[in-house]
């Protein structure tokens, strides 16, 4: 069972930075897309960044200017770069892979606490 492992959370003050990186814990199938969630306390879950296999990235409204994704295939990780954070960006971060074609699979890290606050 393919394991997706996450680091990098915290807590910083607004304005400050963070990194969140996620890797695969064996070889899968290419291509997929790796993408990024949030889920804040008493809120649903939602998309915070996208990039295709073809290394197309799409943004939240809500972190476009200040959200960088990126991935690397052959270590089979993807990245977050988190500038200029806001407390409204705390949440819990889950790295997600997905591939719908041919043997189809959806991975989900275990998330990690991001915590923006003075």
């Known amino acids: 069972q393919v394991q997706l492992v996450e680091s990098g959370g915290g807590w910083v003050q607004p304005g400050e930075s963070l990194r969140l990186s996620c890797a695969a814990s064996?070889?899968?199938?290419?291509?997929?897309?790796t993408s990024w969630y949030r889920q804040a306390p008493g809120m649903q879950r939602e998309l915070v960044a996208t990039?295709?296999?073809?290394?197309?990235?799409n943004y939240a409204d809500t972190v476009k200017g200040r959200f960088t994704i990126s991935r690397d295939n052959a270590k089979r990780s993807v990245s977050l770069q988190m500038n200029r954070l806001k407390p409204e960006d705390t949440a819990v971060y889950y790295c997600?892979?997905?591939?719908?074609?041919?043997?189809?699979?959806?991975?989900w890290g275990q998330g990690i606490q991001v915590t923006v606050s003075s």
């Open positions: 997600n892979f997905k591939r719908t074609i041919a043997r189809p699979f959806d991975y």
């Open positions: 064996e070889n899968i199938f290419q291509p997929y897309a």
């Open positions: 990039m295709t296999s073809g290394n197309s990235a």
